[in-house]
């Protein structure tokens, strides 16, 4: 029995019981350990949300009833979401090693009552995931989701959803590089937009494992949102889809001038010297990394119109981070791999800020393509090169 003080919380449809010293983790945005040894984090409410949007749309477009499993469910918040008020799931399977946990999922299947389509297992992540198969695998880790990555893999079907979260920020956007380029195999990046490169990493890592498993992967949609960041893959066999998967890349960057590109092959030995072609700085770079599209467009869109459909806490934010996300997937479908700080590049030539929209504006007056970007609400995606992007703004500046 839950021998601890608990209390109830509603998202979505859903009514869940969590620790009540859980609510008040993480109040200013940021990870910190569990006050209990049962995880509930208020501030990942905008990811179950968007969950439970995914899981319906790719529900819809398979026409079949789907399993899912959330191999590391703590309180069982999201897996409870997904059997309640996700359409067209006939299983879910929630599971977790922490025996303290198990009691908490219990209770909140079964106030919920779902206990005819919730299975609940207490067994070590991988050994589960292991041992059957599922429509759709959730890793949601507290850390990083790499111990798990091969397992979660072996256990998809062909065309299934992989989702996985990351919360080791600190390893992936580049303050503990050894321990990135030992879990992730790849060398991070501190930058501005060290967030997808974040991004860029964990799918790069995941596809060189599906490789190994005869599996692609496509990404569906990926956030950066707070203090962490999710991707949605599917993953499938094909030899051909493999082999686009594993096309490597590499981001070579200059901290002096803010010059940046994705190249596809680099010979990281020879690199240490390599200076920058516009300000003669010595250059830095990170991967290897993930460098195809971060969205399929359409899919996006089917998640924006389901999310306008709900009634859910996060609605509006949830909203407006994907009107983001679908423009700038239209953005990435031209080669612009990599986005722009605005205020970085204004400090860094000494001026004040023009609005993003006016700079936008500004920049496809000028034929460029250009967007914002969810990962950052200060910065643009564009393929103007910088050196265009900066005297864009010195000529905005100007402008009586």
Same mark, same amino acid.
């Given at each position: 029995m839950v021998k601890r003080k608990i209390v109830e919380v509603v998202e979505g449809s859903t009514t869940l019981i969590v620790p009540e010293k859980e609510l008040k983790r993480g109040e200013k945005g940021q990870p910190t350990l569990p006050k209990t040894s049962i995880f509930y984090n208020p501030l990942m409410e905008l990811s179950r949300d968007l969950s439970i949007m995914v899981v319906q749309v790719y529900q819809r477009e398979r026409a079949y009833s789907l399993s899912f499993c959330d191999a590391l469910a703590a309180t069982g918040a999201r897996g409870v979401r997904i059997a309640r008020e996700v359409k067209g799931i006939w299983r879910v399977v929630l599971n977790d090693l922490n025996s303290s946990a198990v009691e908490f999922i219990k209770l909140n299947v079964?106030?919920?009552q779902i206990d005819y389509k919730v299975l609940i297992r207490r067994m070590d992540a991988n050994l589960l995931l292991s041992s059957t198969f599922f429509d759709i695998? +959730? /890793?949601?880790?507290?850390?990083s989701p790499a111990p798990y990555l091969n397992s979660a893999l072996r256990a998809l079907r062909s065309g299934g959803l992989l989702c996985v979260t990351a919360t080791d920020m600190g390893v992936l956007c580049g303050r503990q590089v050894e321990a990135c380029k030992r879990k992730y195999e790849a060398k991070p990046l501190n930058t501005e937009y060290c967030h997808e490169i974040a991004v860029r990493i964990l799918i790069g890592t995941i596809a060189r494992a599906a490789a190994v498993h005869e599996l692609y992967i496509k990404p569906l949609l990926v956030h950066s949102t707070n203090h962490y960041i999710r991707v949605y893959l599917e993953v499938g066999r094909s030899?051909?889809? /493999?082999?686009k998967s594993l096309s490597s890349s590499y981001i070579i960057h200059c901290k002096n001038c803010g010059y940046r590109k994705l190249i596809e092959k680099m010979n990281t030995e020879t690199f240490e010297n390599k200076l920058c072609h516009l300000c003669s700085n010595k250059m830095n770079f990170s991967g290897p990394l993930w460098g195809g599209s971060l969205y399929h467009h359409d899919f996006c +869109?089917? /998640?924006?119109?389901e999310t306008k459909s709900r009634e859910i806490n996060t609605k509006q934010k949830l909203i407006k981070m994907l009107e983001a /996300?679908?423009?700038?997937?239209?953005?990435l479908a031209s080669p612009i791999p990599i986005y722009y700080d605005v205020h970085k590049i204004c400090k860094k030539i000494k001026v004040e800020a023009p609005s993003i929209k006016t700079i936008i504006a500004a920049l496809k007056n000028q034929n460029y393509h250009v967007s914002r970007t969810h990962f950052k609400p200060t910065a643009i995606r564009t393929n103007a090169p910088i050196e265009k992007i900066k005297e864009t703004i010195k000529n905005l500046v100007k402008k009586p």
């Open positions: 079964s106030l919920n695998v +959730d /890793i949601d880790p507290f850390g030899k051909e889809l /493999i082999k +869109d089917k /998640i924006l119109k /996300i679908l423009e700038e997937s239209q953005t």
